[in-house]
């Protein structure tokens, strides 16, 4: 899984900046009467980088790339914003490369005197980062926000996962905020938005939701991919036993590994879809579901571990199946709702997933052995 920053965005003009930029150029304006022009706010000239490709940028220049475009003779090329306000190069001379399209914190500079980097907590949030699965991708834009000093800002990044048919395409949002009292940020949260694709191209409605962070079981950014593909993912959560307590009264906690999955039909006080928790007691085991199935990886000790580890993380996991002295691609992921696994073809037509379907399958094909 590769994650790419989103490229540098900058806060767009208002409509009414907008309108008052293009009332010159209507048809009807009155030549006579001085026009008001639009002003800036400090947040969109914070936003707009110093240096663009080694262009530095005056205010007209900023200005111009706001509301209109900026255009650099010198090497044919100008820039403009699109309506999320990415900055976007176009070639006069030349094609305009799908790469070169979208100007990159690479591609930039701000004025870094605005405010003192606190290395400590810099050092603490790109850990973070690596840890959630964004890896080191977005440190630059970062650090460059870091400076700015924003009581709040955001970092957008997207990843691409390839199925056996199609692609899917997730689009994080990481939003971060300042302590009230010290000069720290903290990543608070998160937005992941999953675009389906299907095997003629098309892409399904995009699905959506806020995962919360800092509370130790911080679910990964490919997790949250899991999760809105609709499989489950194990955790280590935090349980809180109300029949049982200390000498004081309060109830006793206690870690426990328990699955989870997105419930697409019920949404929280937030709007969010809400979670379906499987607790130990729902009696999933997974080392018996997975048994159950003739996999050919499990008969080496090695590719068992990954394959259970796979499992746990909600991956949809290729295996090889063993039918009749012959070998069969398949995939398999963990169903601990129906307590067994979801069982895929090679093209990723479901086999069956529920106890029903495995008794329909198990009497049209008897013939699946795993070899000792």
Same mark, same amino acid.
């Given at each position: 899984?590769?994650?790419?920053?989103?490229?540098?965005?900058?806060?767009?003009?208002?409509?009414?900046?907008?309108?008052?930029?293009?009332?010159?150029?209507?048809?009807?304006?009155?030549?006579?009467?001085?026009?008001?022009?639009?002003?800036?706010?400090?947040?969109?000239?914070?936003?707009?980088?110093?240096?663009?490709?080694?262009?530095?940028?005056? %205010? $007209? !220049?900023?200005?111009?790339?706001? =509301?209109?475009?900026?255009?650099?003779?010198?090497? *044919?090329? /100008?820039?403009?914003? #699109?309506?999320?306000?990415?900055?976007?190069?176009?070639?006069?001379?030349?094609?305009?490369?799908?790469?070169?399209?979208?100007?990159?914190?690479?591609?930039?500079?701000?004025?870094?005197?605005?405010?003192?980097?606190?290395?400590?907590?810099?050092?603490?949030?790109?850990?973070?980062?690596?840890?959630?699965?964004?890896?080191?991708?977005?440190?630059?834009?970062?650090?460059?926000?870091?400076?700015?000093?924003?009581?709040?800002?955001?970092?957008?990044?997207?990843?691409?996962?390839?199925?056996?048919? %199609? $692609? !899917?395409?997730?689009?994080?949002? =990481?939003?971060?905020?300042?302590?009230?009292?010290? *000069?720290? /940020?903290?990543?608070? #949260?998160?937005?992941?938005?999953?675009?389906?694709?299907?095997?003629?191209?098309?892409?399904?409605?995009?699905?959506?939701?806020?995962?919360?962070?800092?509370?130790?079981?911080?679910?990964?950014?490919?997790?949250?991919?899991?999760?809105?593909?609709?499989?489950?993912?194990?955790?280590?959560?935090?349980?809180?036993?109300?029949?049982?307590?200390?000498?004081?009264?309060?109830?006793?906690?206690?870690?426990?590994?328990?699955?989870?999955?997105?419930?697409?039909?019920?949404?929280?006080?937030?709007?969010?879809?809400?979670?379906?928790?499987?607790?130990?007691?729902?009696?999933?085991?997974?080392?018996?579901?997975?048994?159950?199935?003739?996999?050919?990886?499990?008969?080496?000790?090695?590719?068992?571990?990954?394959?259970?580890?796979?499992?746990?993380?909600?991956?949809?996991?290729?295996?090889?199946?063993?039918?009749?002295?012959?070998?069969?691609?398949?995939?398999?992921?963990?169903?601990?709702?129906?307590?067994?696994?979801?069982?895929?073809?090679?093209?990723?037509?479901?086999?069956?997933?529920?106890?029903?379907?495995?008794?329909?399958?198990?009497?049209?094909?008897?013939?699946?052995?795993?070899?000792?």
């Amino acid at each position: 899984m590769d994650i790419i920053p989103n490229p540098v965005q900058v806060i767009p003009p208002s409509p009414e900046q907008k309108e008052l930029y293009e009332a010159p150029f209507k048809e009807k304006a009155d030549t006579t009467v001085a026009l008001e022009k639009p002003k800036l706010t400090h947040e969109q000239l914070t936003s707009i980088p110093d240096v663009i490709d080694g262009h530095q940028l005056s %205010a $007209k !220049d900023k200005y111009d790339l706001l =509301l209109d475009a900026l255009v650099v003779d010198k090497n *044919d090329l /100008y820039y403009f914003l #699109d309506d999320k306000g990415y900055i976007i190069r176009h070639f006069t001379q030349e094609p305009t490369d799908k790469e070169k399209r979208f100007v990159n914190f690479e591609d930039v500079t701000f004025d870094m005197k605005k405010t003192q980097l606190n290395d400590q907590n810099f050092e603490y949030l790109k850990k973070s980062l690596k840890y959630l699965g964004f890896g080191e991708n977005l440190n630059s834009a970062l650090e460059v926000r870091l400076k700015e000093g924003s009581d709040k800002f955001t970092l957008g990044a997207s990843a691409a996962f390839s199925t056996p048919n %199609a $692609k !899917d395409m997730v689009n994080y949002e =990481l939003r971060f905020s300042k302590s009230k009292t010290t *000069d720290n /940020y903290f990543l608070n #949260d998160y937005q992941a938005t999953l675009e389906k694709g299907n095997a003629n191209g098309t892409v399904q409605d995009p699905v959506s939701r806020v995962f919360t962070l800092n509370k130790g079981n911080d679910i990964t950014a490919k997790e949250a991919y899991n999760l809105l593909s609709g499989r489950s993912i194990q955790k280590n959560a935090e349980i809180t036993d109300k029949q049982n307590v200390t000498e004081s009264g309060e109830p006793i906690k206690r870690k426990e590994e328990v699955w989870m999955k997105l419930d697409f039909e019920k949404k929280n006080d937030q709007g969010q879809f809400s979670f379906k928790t499987f607790y130990k007691n729902y009696g999933f085991d997974l080392d018996k579901a997975v048994t159950t199935h003739p996999i050919k990886e499990l008969n080496d000790p090695d590719h068992r571990e990954r394959l259970m580890s796979s499992l746990k993380r909600g991956n949809l996991q290729s295996v090889t199946l063993e039918k009749n002295g012959t070998e069969e691609k398949a995939f398999v992921a963990a169903s601990p709702q129906f307590k067994n696994l979801s069982l895929y073809d090679k093209d990723l037509k479901l086999v069956y997933e529920k106890p029903q379907d495995i008794k329909v399958q198990n009497q049209e094909d008897k013939g699946y052995q795993r070899s000792r």
